[in-house]
């Protein structure tokens, strides 16, 4: 019988006898699961890195924003031929007319139904019926049809109901879209209101541009963790939270260039987060009928601009002043000349848009100033290629870009500094949007359980479930943490099937080896059965040369893999580190992104199927080797 001692040390001979075939086994298998093993240290670095920062902010909840379209049950798009629908639009069509016709000539108003309201129905060239012309689908009779069917069929959205599945779910209250339904409130940008452009620059300069960012109402809880700013309720100011790099530009901060160092970029967070208090920007809101005098304004001083120096042109005898383009002022009257007569028309033609329905009323406008109280992340980042870019856009605690207003210091702001059809408060839904064919309506919901919020996720489409046009939508609102979730358990998988593939690789290599050593060692073999060892014996020698051999694989794999988790570490922690701290504008500007953290399950696990896999490679040589007859083996 031989020892343990005994069966190690001549294992231990036999893996100094083939030095280099040993070496080169060790070295690939050691590769292979070395960068596996590096993968795993960077990847638990990472997420250990998040879980820290994501005590920053919103960084640690479960907030899920909350979606339904209902697509509008009646397209005109798709009815155009629709003899029902058509007949509809007709009876509207020429029961406005007879009413217009009869309160023109009450009121002795010039009206041509002809020019000034043609049928939206024509005659189809090929087949002789009626059909709504191509240009019918913008047309006030078509789109009050469609109006009419869409709100006969129109069911709000239960949240109530729909997250009733999930217990831990509940609605976030005080959330709600600034967004007027009378009229427009406008980003004033560079503090002025581009009044004396024509329709579409003025919507394209003040409403949609980048600069122009919406403003929203957000629950206390939600936006709590953002304010760093004393907040004075008493200078009618609205108060907002600002995304970082917009707070940079209204501070008039230069871009730092890409080869700013770590620390410049710390003290330019701070100067941020020291002088949100400094961020201003104005907002003009008007009314529809403030907005009709306005464009009516600009019309006419660029008529008179034109048709100044032509021979017999007569001025408009009623000519109205434009306000300063700082002020979102009332439009006044310059210069009022008319006759008594005129004046009589005037005031027929008001109540004659009174009795019709189509009286604006009285122009109202305002300015509205906001100041930033608060600094959260940005929510994506465009350079998307470097570390800092990926950790910035993919991670991070946000609010989105918008201007977000804390409902709280909202409420502590006098009544006639936040009217209620501007700043609505006390309301679930987070905004309704309309559009021609659709309607949507969205909620914040906070989970208290990963999987429900999971879950969630899924039933939304957020990770791969279909849905059809009518149904909810879900998507992560504050933070990416159920986002960085669902890269683990695709990490989990992925790092399964890589090392089922790497394991089948490192046996087949083992196998070869091991396989080879004890073909070689027949001789060796039959000699000690000659003199009395039994199979067992053999066989415990072979086993502890795989043994020691897949521990040479393990320590390799481990120190390559440290090195190269470690070498990464190095290179991209700074990076890193710069993108975490601004996408969670952290407040906390000591802490660090690490990329290399051992502190993983994994390990031990891919360790140890370094050593399984060894000892399964070796099992059938061993098999085989130990059950030739030892005459033979001398023989041979």
Known sequence: ??????????????????????????????????????????????????????????????????????MKSFRASRNMDDPEFIAEVERYHADYVTKKTALAKKYNI????????????????????????????ANEYVSAVIERRANATYVPFDIASYIAKYPSAKVLENNATVSPSDGQLVFMTGGKELISQDKNEYY???????????????????????????????????????????AEKLLGLAPLSKKATSEQHLERLREVRHRIGEVTASYCYRNKASQQLLAQAVAQQQ??????????????????????????????????????????????????????????????????????????????????FTVGGLVSGLLGSWLG??????????????????????FPLGQSNVGTQVGATFRTDSYFVEFTDKKEARAALEAGGMFGAMYDENA????????????????????????????????????????????????????????????GARRGDIASIYGMYALL?????????????????????LLLW????????????????????????????????????????????SIISIIFGTRRNPIRGMRN
């Open 549 to 569: 051999l897949s521990i040479r694989v393990a320590v390799f794999a481990l120190v390559l893999g440290s090195v190269l988790a470690l070498t990464a570490h």
């Open 472 to 531: 909810v939508t879900v998507m992560p609102y504050g933070n990416s943490v159920l986002v960085v979730d669902e890269l683990k358990t695709w990490f989990q998988r992925i790092l399964f099937w890589v090392l089922t593939v790497v394991g089948g690789v490192a046996l087949i290599i083992l196998a070869s080896l091991i396989g080879r050593t004890v073909a070689d060692g027949r001789r060796e073999s039959a000699i000690f059965r000659a003199i």
């Open 110 to 137: 010039s009206y041509d139904p002809k020019t000034e309201d043609p049928s939206p129905i024509e005659i189809d060239k090929d087949t002789k019926q009626k059909r709504l012309s191509d240009m019918s689908m």
């Open 1 to 70: 019988m031989i020892r343990l001692i005994d069966a190690m040390t001549l294992a231990y001979t036999k893996l100094r006898t083939h030095k280099i075939r040993t070496g080169l086994t060790i070295g690939v298998a050691g590769i292979l699961f070395g960068l596996i093993l590096a993968v795993i240290i960077v990847a638990q670095g990472v997420f250990d890195s998040v879980e820290r920062f994501s005590q920053e902010g919103l960084g640690n909840r479960m907030i899920l924003l909350v979606s339904k379209m209902d």
């Open 303 to 384: 008529e008179m601009a034109r048709m100044k120096n032509t021979e017999g042109y007569e001025a408009p005898s009623l000519q109205y002043a434009l306000p300063a383009e700082d002020s979102c002022g009332e439009v006044t009257i310059a210069k009022d000349v008319r006759t008594a007569a005129e004046k009589r028309q005037d005031e027929q033609r008001i109540a004659y848009q009174k009795e019709l329905g189509e009286y604006p009323g009285d122009p109202v406008q305002r300015k509205i100033i906001v100041r930033g109280v608060g600094v959260s992340g940005d929510q994506a980042n465009s350079e998307m």
């Open 204 to 246: 394209n300069d003040n409403v949609t541009g980048a600069e122009s960012p919406s403003l929203t109402i957000a629950n206390k809880t939600l936006t709590k963790p953002f304010v760093v700013s004393s907040f004075d309720a008493t200078k009618g100011e609205i108060p907002v939270i600002v995304a970082f790099s917009r």
């Open 401 to 422: 870009d918008m201007f977000v207003i804390p409902a709280d210091l909202l409420g502590q702001m006098p009544a006639d500094s936040r009217p209620d059809f501007l």
């Open 574 to 617: 700074r990076d890193a580190t710069i993108g975490a701290r601004l996408a969670y504008a952290a407040v906390d500007t000591t802490k660090e992104f690490y990329l290399f953290s051992i502190a993983s399950w994994y390990i031990p696990l891919v360790l140890g199927a370094i050593i399984a896999v060894g000892l399964v490679a």
